[in-house]
């Protein structure tokens, strides 16, 4: 049985097994002669396809300078000598980055059918130098998902982390931003996230066979932006080159800009269109699951007319039995690190009034639960703008339900928000774990005690399965233990 099968158990019967896979693909690239190499070898991405009446993927890679005549086959099954396969269209863009030159393919897997298994291989000069495969997206009610944020920083623990996800066998991952450190930078990518991810044979010490054959689907954090000035990171923005992801939101009137040189920029946005800036706001349907993905970073304004229509209209028309909302930055956070990042907060009714389950976050790194709450902000003596301070606070009046436990009581009066951000990255505010007296910050406009769990001595990530109307969320750390655990019904 190969690696695919044993990650992922889908069937792919007729293929060879990995590792000869593996060492033809080494051979090939490396023969004397011909030196042409995989940077980076073929992941599965969501592709334009946000809601449940059609679906897609698209397939991406990355070569050295030496082009290559590519050829993507893909089919329903696994492949068959006596069937012909799909032909995927191929683009690619000639990236010219810190003096060296790569060229980044894109092939799309279109016409797909739900709730089916592919199969798809990478020929390059009619040799396979590469193969996978997948499962398209549900329809059915059930979903099976894993979330992990703050996690590309070349750590043990991230290596743990992507094991034990895919010993869980997940549908999709949800990453809540900060893909990788420092700066978003294509070389972070190359080393801090893709080898975790794509790991040959699942390890907690290599990662797994993940992003292969799961979509991922990424939430673009400050890290992924610190390299917005061209000039100074000329790979930077890299989150535009590496996603592909739906692009049914409008672009708000404060969104990430490239900035520096004049020429770079318009280099980075010819080979980034038609993804930047569309993609750091999207949504997407998956089983019986709705799923909005928003900016929070520093220049976003939450209440940005052209947003809140799109997100009224994406949320309200949606027929979906979950609403969740994932954004990098939480609102509501009961750390030492972060604490005053509560732009977020002004969203809160918003998303109340349109039947948001979850809201699902990073950033600071470790895990935290709320109860369920709902929170007015503070407006001004006029009643015409909301108040936030200059570090950042936004202050109001909070409703909590201390009646659900999760267990007993499991319908929720109000939003749960998590912290999903203990991914990988180091850890922030370990003395913080399991002693709520030090949770408290300023009382009462501010801050009351809405977190019920805390989590901030071990890395971790957060496993969510829904059946009809049932949610179980639990939380896991790197050895698979369950550290917290809910129901939530409707």
Same mark, same amino acid.
């Not at 292969?212 to 000329?234: E, R, S």
């Not at 267990?407 to 109000?414: A, F, L, R, S």
């Given at each position: 049985?190969?690696?695919?099968?044993?990650?992922?158990?889908?069937?792919?019967?007729?293929?060879? @097994?990995?590792?000869?896979?593996?060492?033809?693909?080494?051979?090939?690239?490396?023969?004397?002669?011909?030196?042409?190499?995989?940077?980076?070898? %073929?992941?599965?991405? +969501?592709?334009?396809?946000?809601?449940?009446?059609?679906?897609?993927?698209?397939?991406?890679?990355?070569?050295?300078?030496?082009?290559?005549?590519?050829?993507?086959?893909?089919?329903?099954?696994?492949?068959?000598?006596?069937?012909?396969?799909?032909?995927?269209?191929? =683009?690619?863009?000639?990236?010219?980055?810190?003096?060296?030159?790569?060229?980044?393919?894109?092939?799309?897997?279109?016409?797909?059918?739900?709730?089916?298994?592919?199969?798809?291989?990478?020929?390059?000069?009619?040799?396979?130098?590469?193969?996978?495969?997948?499962?398209?997206?549900?329809?059915?009610?059930?979903?099976?998902?894993?979330?992990?944020?703050?996690?590309?920083?070349?750590? %043990?623990?991230?290596?743990?982390?992507?094991?034990?996800?895919?010993?869980?066998? @997940?549908?999709?991952?949800?990453?809540?931003?900060?893909?990788?450190?420092?700066?978003?930078?294509?070389?972070?990518?190359?080393?801090?996230?893709?080898?975790?991810?794509?790991?040959?044979?699942?390890?907690?010490?290599?990662?797994?066979?993940?992003?292969?054959?799961?979509?991922?689907?990424?939430?673009?954090?400050?890290?992924?932006?610190?390299?917005?000035?061209?000039?100074?990171?000329?790979?930077?923005?890299?989150?535009?080159?590496?996603?592909?992801? +739906?692009?049914?939101? @409008?672009?708000?009137?404060?969104?990430?800009? =490239?900035?520096?040189? /004049?020429?770079?920029?318009?280099?980075?946005?010819? !080979?980034?269109?038609?993804?930047?800036?569309?993609? =750091?706001?999207?949504?997407?349907?998956?089983?019986?699951?709705? *799923?909005?993905?928003?900016? /929070?970073?520093?220049?976003?304004?939450?209440?940005?007319? =052209?947003?809140?229509?799109?997100?009224?209209?994406?949320?309200?028309?949606?027929?979906?039995?979950?609403?969740?909302?994932?954004?990098?930055?939480?609102?509501?956070?009961?750390?030492?690190?972060?604490?005053?990042?509560?732009?977020?907060?002004?969203?809160?009714? #918003?998303?109340?009034?349109?039947?948001?389950?979850?809201?699902?976050?990073?950033?600071?790194?470790?895990?935290?639960?709320?109860?369920?709450?709902?929170?007015? @902000?503070?407006? !001004?003596?006029?009643?015409?703008?909301?108040?936030?301070?200059?570090?950042?606070?936004?202050?109001?009046?909070?409703?909590?339900?201390?009646?659900?436990?999760?267990?007993?009581?499991?319908?929720?009066?109000?939003?749960?928000?998590?912290?999903?951000?203990?991914?990988?990255?180091?850890?922030?505010?370990?003395?913080?774990?399991?002693?709520?007296?030090?949770?408290?910050?300023?009382?009462?406009?501010?801050?009351?005690?809405?977190? #019920?769990?805390?989590?901030?001595?071990?890395?971790?990530?957060?496993?969510?399965?829904?059946?009809?109307?049932?949610?179980?969320?639990?939380?896991?750390?790197?050895?698979?233990?369950?550290?917290?655990? *809910?129901?939530?019904?409707?």
């Amino acid at each position: 049985m190969d690696t695919f099968r044993k990650a992922n158990s889908i069937p792919f019967e007729n293929n060879l @097994p990995f590792k000869r896979i593996l060492f033809a693909t080494f051979l090939f690239f490396w023969s004397p002669g011909f030196c042409q190499q995989l940077i980076v070898s %073929p992941y599965l991405q +969501p592709g334009n396809a946000p809601s449940l009446s059609r679906e897609e993927k698209t397939l991406i890679w990355q070569t050295d300078s030496v082009s290559g005549v590519y050829e993507v086959e893909y089919k329903k099954g696994a492949f068959m000598a006596s069937e012909k396969p799909w032909q995927a269209k191929i =683009a690619f863009v000639k990236l010219q980055l810190n003096k060296k030159t790569t060229f980044l393919y894109r092939a799309q897997l279109t016409k797909l059918q739900f709730d089916e298994v592919y199969s798809y291989r990478l020929n390059l000069n009619g040799k396979t130098v590469a193969e996978g495969s997948f499962q398209s997206r549900s329809k059915k009610p059930i979903t099976r998902f894993a979330v992990f944020g703050d996690c590309g920083q070349k750590t %043990p623990e991230q290596a743990q982390i992507a094991y034990q996800v895919s010993q869980q066998k @997940p549908q999709f991952v949800l990453v809540t931003g900060d893909n990788v450190y420092q700066n978003g930078l294509q070389g972070e990518y190359i080393t801090n996230f893709f080898p975790y991810y794509m790991a040959p044979e699942p390890s907690p010490t290599t990662g797994a066979s993940l992003i292969n054959n799961l979509p991922f689907y990424m939430v673009i954090g400050n890290h992924d932006i610190h390299g917005a000035n061209l000039t100074k990171f000329p790979a930077g923005l890299a989150y535009f080159y590496y996603n592909d992801l +739906p692009l049914n939101a @409008p672009i708000p009137e404060s969104t990430i800009e =490239a900035t520096g040189d /004049a020429d770079l920029v318009k280099l980075f946005k010819k !080979n980034t269109s038609p993804r930047f800036p569309r993609i =750091a706001n999207y949504s997407f349907d998956y089983g019986n699951v709705h *799923i909005t993905c928003l900016d /929070a970073n520093y220049y976003v304004n939450p209440l940005d007319p =052209a947003l809140i229509e799109w997100l009224t209209s994406d949320l309200h028309n949606s027929k979906a039995d979950w609403k969740i909302v994932s954004y990098h930055q939480p609102g509501f956070n009961s750390s030492k690190a972060h604490y005053d990042d509560q732009i977020m907060r002004l969203l809160s009714h #918003v998303l109340e009034e349109l039947g948001v389950d979850l809201v699902l976050s990073g950033h600071v790194h470790s895990y935290q639960r709320t109860v369920p709450l709902k929170f007015s @902000p503070k407006k !001004n003596k006029e009643g015409t703008q909301y108040i936030i301070s200059k570090e950042g606070r936004v202050d109001g009046s909070f409703t909590l339900d201390q009646q659900y436990d999760g267990v007993t009581k499991t319908k929720p009066n109000g939003i749960i928000y998590v912290v999903s951000g203990a991914g990988g990255a180091p850890l922030f505010d370990k003395e913080l774990n399991g002693n709520p007296e030090l949770w408290k910050h300023n009382l009462p406009e501010n801050w009351v005690p809405f977190t #019920v769990k805390m989590i901030s001595d071990r890395h971790s990530f957060t496993l969510i399965e829904t059946n009809s109307k049932k949610l179980i969320l639990k939380q896991m750390d790197v050895n698979g233990q369950v550290l917290d655990e *809910i129901t939530v019904t409707r």
